[in-house]
C-alpha cells in the first residue's frame, strides 16, 4: 500500500522550529495510535503517514519480520521514487543494508548518506551494504517485549537539509519506531487477554454441552450459549436420527414448534444441506450455482426469514469414518445486522463446531440404544453416588456382598469326583498252579472259553521231578504184586501161605497208594502223567447264580502270546483275563481318599442316603461320564456294601500318588430312566468312567471350593 504525504508548510516558516512543532504533533498522534486497537494494516499505513509528514520526508518503509525469519514490507510509501533502481545493483545493496541492521546485535538505529556505505556493521559480501540514491537513509529498530527485533522503520530525508539536523532526525525515527513497539505490545497483551476470556469462555462451553446425554438438552446448551459466544442472532441445532435430520433446538425459543412453516423449511434446509455434504454461506446474494435441491430449499427458507448472513453448516465428528454418510450434526446460524466482516463469525462458529460435534454424537448414540428405559436409572444412580468410579466401587462391593451371601446361605449339591472303568460284574483271572514255562496258549482275544478249559500248556521241572518217585514207586509195587500174583498159592508150603499173603496185600495197597498220590497230584497241578512235568492252566469257574449253565467266558486281554510264551510263569502271574459279557455290568472305581470321608458321612446322613426298600441296603446317586461318549450324563448307583474297606496305593495311574478306595458302581437297573442307560454298544473293558457321587447339599461355596477349604484348613488352621 501507499500514500502520499501533504505539502510541506510555508517557507517563510523556519524549517527547524516548524519540524519541531510537526514532531511534538506526530509523537502525539503516535502516542494515540499506538494504544488503539486498530489492525495492524490500518495503523502502519496511519503510523507511516504520520512520520513522514512531521519531517517532510518524501519516502519510507516499515520491515516486519515474517514467521520464516524474512523481512516483508508492511507499508511504503514512495519507494519506487528514491531511485533504488535507479543504478545497478541498487536495490540489491540497498537490502543488504536492511539484513545487516535487522541483524545487528545489539539492536541500534543506523544513517546512511546518500551514495554511502554501511560503516561500523559491514560484513564483506558479493554484495556491499551501501545506499546508492541521493537521500540520506535512517533505520530504527521495531522490537518486541524481550528486546529481540521485530521489523524496521526505514525513512528516506532529502540531502540539502542543514547537516545537523540529521542526527535528530534519526532520534526522532528511534522514537516513532518505539511506538510501533509499544503499539505490538499493547496489541499482544489485548490478544492475549482476548484469548483467555474466549478459551475460559470455550472450556466452560465445552464442559457444559458435555454434562448431559439427551440430545435435546445438549443441543439447548449448544444454540442459547453458542449464540453468546459467536456473537450472532439466532443459532440452531439439527441432529440427525436414521434418515431425516430434526430441528432440536432453536436459540431463544423454550420449544421447537416442529408443525410450524418455520421449522418444518429449516429441517427441509437442513437434509438438502446434509446431503450436499458441504457448508451453505449467504451473505445477502444467492450462488447459483448451488445443488438444485439445497437452492430451492434456501429460497423457500429465506422467504420465512430474511437473515443478512446465514450459514449452514454441517459438523462431523472424527468418529464418523464413513464421508459418503451425511454428518451426524448440523447447525444454521442467522445474523440479520451482520458487521462488514462476516469471517471472524464464521470462524468463531467452526471453533463452536469442534466442541459440539462430539457432545452431539454422543447424545445421538446414546438416544439410538435400545433399551435405554433399562440403562437410564443406572446413570441416575451413578450420578447421585458421585461419579463413574464410585458406581464401580459401589458394583464391585454388592456384587461380592451378593456372591459372599449366595454361596453360605444357597444349598448347592456337594458331588465328589472320582474316575473308574467298566468291566463285567463276572471276571475271572486265569493262573498257574505251580511256576512252570509256558509252552502254549490256545486262545486269543475274543474267543469264547468254558468253565475248566485248558487255557495254558506249561511245563516244569519241580513237577516232574515230583511225579518221578511215585510213578517208580508204582512199578515197583506193580512189579512186586505182579511176582505174587504169579506163584500158585497151592505150590507153597503151609507155614510160608500166610507171609505170601501179607506181602500180596501189602504190594497191593503200594500200588494203590501211589496210584492216588499221582491221581492227587495230576488233581493239584492239572499235571499230564503221560508226559512228566507238562502240566496246564484251565479257566476258572463261572458263578452259575450270574450266568445259565451254558455261558462262556470271553477272553479280554490283549494278544500276549510274545511277551508270554517260553517264559517261566509264576503262581501270582495271571496269563488270560476273562469276562462274562453278556451278564451284567458295573463301575469298578477309585474314590480319592481325600474324598472317602464326606462319601461315608452321606452313607450315615438318613436325609442323604436312600435305602432300597426290597433288600433295605443303601446307596447314593452317582452322575457317570463315558469318556467315549462324552456329550451324554448317565447314572449308577453306589451301595454301602460295595464300598472297600480299605485304601490301597493307586497302582495303575501313575500321575496320582494317593492312595484310592475301590468301590463297585452298579448300572442299567431297572428303576432307571432308559435314557440314564449306557448302551451296550459302550460296554468295553476298561473303557474309562468319570463319576459324581451325590454327597447331598451343602452351602455353595463348600461345595464348589471344598478343595480349597480343606487344603486351608489342613495347611494353616490345623497348624496352629
Request: aromatic share 8%; proline share 7%.
Amino acid at each position: 500500500m501507499s500514500a502520499t504525504p501533504p505539502a510541506g508548510p510555508p517557507a517563510k516558516e523556519n524549517t527547524a522550529n516548524r519540524f519541531s512543532r510537526q514532531i511534538d504533533e506526530a509523537f502525539e498522534e503516535a502516542s494515540k495510535l499506538a494504544g488503539s486497537s486498530l489492525p495492524p494494516t490500518e495503523f502502519y499505513e496511519k503510523f507511516l503517514n504520520k512520520a513522514l509528514t512531521a519531517i517532510e520526508a518524501p519516502a519510507g518503509a516499515v520491515w516486519l519480520r515474517t514467521p520464516q525469519g524474512f523481512l516483508q514490507i508492511a507499508q511504503q510509501v514512495n519507494l519506487d521514487k528514491v531511485g533504488l533502481d535507479a543504478k545497478r545493483g541498487g536495490r540489491q545493496c540497498h537490502n543488504e543494508i536492511l539484513r545487516q541492521v535487522f541483524q545487528a546485535q545489539p539492536v541500534r538505529p543506523i544513517m546512511v548518506e546518500p551514495q554511502g556505505r554501511l560503516s561500523g556493521m559491514a560484513e564483506p559480501g558479493p554484495v556491499p551494504a551501501a545506499n546508492l540514491t541521493e537521500y540520506y537513509t535512517l533505520f530504527a529498530p521495531i522490537v518486541k517485549d524481550d528486546k529481540q527485533p521485530l521489523g524496521l522503520l526505514e525513512i528516506f530525508q532529502e540531502n540539502n537539509l542543514d547537516p545537523r539536523m540529521y542526527p535528530t532526525l534519526l532520534n526522532y525515527t528511534v522514537q516513532m519506531a518505539g511506538y510501533a513497539s509499544q503499539y505490538h505490545q499493547f496489541s499482544h497483551v489485548r490478544q492475549s487477554a482476548g484469548l483467555d476470556k474466549v478459551f475460559t469462555q470455550i472450556e466452560a462451553f465445552a464442559r457444559l454441552i458435555h454434562g448431559t446425554l439427551n440430545p435435546t438438552e445438549c443441543a439447548y446448551h449448544i444454540a442459547n450459549e453458542g449464540r453468546r459466544l459467536v456473537e450472532c442472532d439466532r443459532l440452531c441445532v439439527g441432529v440427525r436420527h436414521g434418515k431425516k435430520a430434526v430441528v432440536e433446538a432453536v436459540s431463544g425459543a423454550d420449544v421447537v414448534e416442529k408443525a410450524s412453516t418455520h421449522v418444518r423449511r429449516m429441517r427441509k434446509l437442513f437434509d438438502e444441506v446434509l446431503k450436499w455434504n458441504d457448508k451453505l454461506v449467504f451473505k445477502g446474494t444467492k450462488d447459483e450455482s448451488l445443488p438444485p435441491g439445497v437452492l430451492h430449499a434456501l429460497d423457500d427458507y429465506l422467504a420465512e426469514s430474511q437473515p443478512k448472513l446465514l450459514v449452514v453448516a454441517p459438523i462431523r465428528d472424527e468418529r464418523e469414518k464413513d464421508d459418503k454418510k451425511p454428518a451426524k450434526s448440523i447447525l444454521l446460524l442467522e445474523s440479520f445486522n451482520p458487521p462488514e466482516n462476516v469471517e471472524p463469525v464464521i470462524q468463531r462458529l467452526e471453533i463452536l463446531s469442534k466442541h459440539a460435534a462430539p457432545a452431539l454424537f454422543n447424545a445421538a448414540e446414546m438416544k439410538s440404544i435400545p433399551l435405554k428405559v433399562l440403562w437410564w436409572p443406572i446413570k441416575k444412580v451413578q450420578d447421585g453416588l458421585g461419579g463413574k468410579a464410585r458406581l464401580i466401587t459401589f458394583l464391585v462391593i454388592a456384587a461380592l456382598i451378593a456372591l459372599t451371601v449366595v454361596m453360605v446361605l444357597v444349598p448347592y449339591p456337594l458331588k465328589m469326583e472320582s474316575k473308574g472303568q467298566l468291566e463285567p460284574v463276572e471276571m475271572g483271572q486265569g493262573y498257574v498252579p505251580i511256576a512252570g514255562q509256558l509252552q502254549n496258549l490256545p486262545y486269543r482275544p475274543g474267543d469264547k472259553v468254558d468253565s475248566d478249559a485248558e487255557i495254558g500248556v506249561l511245563f516244569s521241572d519241580q513237577l516232574a521231578e515230583k511225579l518221578r518217585q511215585p510213578k517208580a514207586e508204582l512199578a515197583s509195587s506193580a512189579a512186586q504184586l505182579s511176582v505174587l500174583n504169579g506163584t500158585p498159592l497151592s505150590k507153597l508150603p503151609e507155614g510160608e501161605r500166610a507171609n505170601w499173603e501179607l506181602k500180596l496185600a501189602q504190594a497191593a495197597a503200594g500200588v494203590d497208594s501211589q496210584r492216588q498220590a499221582l491221581q492227587s497230584m495230576k488233581k493239584v497241578f492239572n499235571a499230564d502223567l503221560d508226559l512228566p512235568g507238562r502240566f496246564y492252566a484251565k479257566a476258572p469257574k463261572l458263578d452259575l447264580s450270574r450266568a445259565p449253565a451254558n455261558a462262556k467266558w470271553t477272553l479280554l486281554n490283549s494278544d500276549n502270546r510274545e511277551q508270554l510264551l517260553g517264559r517261566t510263569v509264576k503262581e501270582n502271574e495271571p496269563i488270560v483275563r476273562l469276562g462274562y459279557v453278556e451278564g451284567p455290568w458295573h463301575v469298578m472305581m477309585k474314590i480319592p481318599q481325600r474324598n472317602i470321608g464326606h462319601v461315608m458321612k452321606a452313607f450315615d446322613d438318613p436325609k442323604l442316603c436312600r435305602t432300597e426298600e426290597k433288600t433295605g441296603k443303601r446307596f447314593l446317586d452317582v452322575d457317570l461320564l463315558v469318556t467315549s461318549d462324552s456329550d451324554t450324563k448317565r447314572s449308577g448307583r453306589l451301595y454301602f456294601e460295595d464300598v472297600a474297606a480299605e485304601a490301597v496305593p493307586n497302582k495303575d495311574d501313575h500321575n496320582e500318588s494317593e492312595p484310592v478306595v475301590m468301590a463297585k458302581v452298579k448300572i442299567n437297573l431297572d428303576d432307571f430312566p432308559e435314557d440314564r442307560h449306557i448302551p451296550r454298544s459302550l460296554f468295553v473293558t476298561g473303557q474309562e468312567v468319570h463319576a459324581r457321587i451325590r454327597c447331598g447339599d451343602r452351602a455353595m461355596g463348600y461345595s464348589l471350593f471344598h478343595g480349597v477349604w480343606e487344603w486351608f484348613y489342613e495347611k494353616v488352621v490345623f497348624f496352629f
